[in-house]
């Protein structure tokens, strides 16, 4: 799709000629053009008419390519189409198109969601078709039960809760209804966000489609997971803007204060969760760190990547790679901040093979990492770091 009308996309959506993934692709679009303010155009008429060709005669459209989870549910692609049509329609086919929203409407109230994906695109779909509250209600209700403790939503039961599918529960549950009678759920929400958000504005997401093709560097931070994590961080801020009350600004990370929102009550946002004004002490905070979790595999005569972390003046001088671990006073200069945070593809320290003898470090720990950092990195004189258990 070409915004304005132009290029070869606008002749294949007029043609109806194949397209891999036309419904999501279109709603995803539509999405942004609608969050725009942008007006109907040639290029949005295209994508309605090849949608309105190809929806199944029981009212859902199919998704095509296996990349889970943007592309992985008809629930998805129906309720993207549904977006497309509802804020983009045709105005001499209003009738015919409202008939195809009734049908798809239907499929979709009528559809079991069992990922996050689903519910919270039936939810969408829905609001986006105009259901009525009890049927919403019912389903922010499921999706609520998603939760997690830690105040954020997985993007299935065996996972972790990323920014993904928070982002996604967040907004949906604010754009369906029925939330401003549950605030704490927001919030906790609003919290796992801004607590999981890194330095560089990023949210990190691990990719589970299944890689049949080397991925194209997309310029965006964390590797291989960089396309993912491009749209977990879209969700995310989506969650945080809608989350706001009207004037009020979204911090751009959770080390700056601010306030969010919903319209039923203020959400503060989360306090820091190590105050770098504070200075660290090497031998309790940073020392046990390390030597737990890096020195194993970065010291002696055959330090992985000619990397050695046992002492400081090798710590800042870095390895094979030619690029200083940590740079006194800057840990967004520093790479060790970016490998212990996996934004550096085949480079997450602790290797996520090893990470069942040499655990990974918990955001407390890479919150006093960066405070060291950004103290200077001090280290104590004559003081050489060794594996646990070799002393």
Known sequence: MTHGGQGPALEVNLQTTFHPEPAIVAGYASLVLHLEHEPASAATDAMVHQLATIQHPDGHWSWNLPR??????????????????KHFTIPARKPELEQRLQRARTWLAKSSAETTEERVHQLLGLVWAGETSGRLKKLSTALLQEQRPDGGWSQLAGLDSDAYATGQ???????GGGIPA???AIRKGIDYLLRSQNADGTWHVRRRAHPFQPPMDSGFSHGADGWISSAGSSWAVLALVTASDPGQSVPANPHLTGTTGTAAESVPATK???DVTTPVEFARDIQPTLERSCVACHSGERAKGGFLVTERAALLRGGARGEPAVVPGKPEASLLLRVVQDQ????????????GKYPQLTKNEIEKLRAWASQGAPWPSGTTLHPIGTR
Do not use: C, F, N, W
């Open 68 to 85: 889970p989870p943007i592309q992985a549910s008809d629930i998805g692609a129906t309720a993207q189409a549904i977006h497309t049509i």
């Open 169 to 175: 529960a967040i907004y949906a549950l604010q754009e």
């Open 182 to 184: 549950s605030p704490s």
């Open 272 to 274: 820091p969760t190590s």
């Open 344 to 355: 550096v593809e085949d480079l997450e320290m602790p290797p996520l093979a090893k990470r």
